[in-house]
């Protein structure tokens, strides 16, 4: 027996302004299957968090330099 799948998650490569993304979300709202579309907003949470794994990043990849 299969799994069946009840949503999916879209990341965008950058935060991209409400106004801005709207011919997206409408075309997403095209696709076959597609019962809803829905935006989250950018908060202080998420922003904190995008800075924690570009600064790990930036760790890890001073070391690698660092070893060259």
């Avoid at 999916?8 to 106004?19: G, Q, S």
């Amino acid at each position: 027996m299969t799994d069946r799948i009840n949503y999916l998650t879209v990341v965008l490569e950058k935060n991209i302004r409400e106004d801005d993304v709207q011919n997206l979300i409408d075309t997403i709202k095209m696709i076959k299957y597609v019962l809803t579309v829905e935006a989250n907003v950018v908060n202080a949470t998420s922003y904190v968090e995008e800075q924690r794994i570009k600064h790990q990043l930036k760790q890890k990849l001073f070391k690698i330099i660092e070893e060259i």
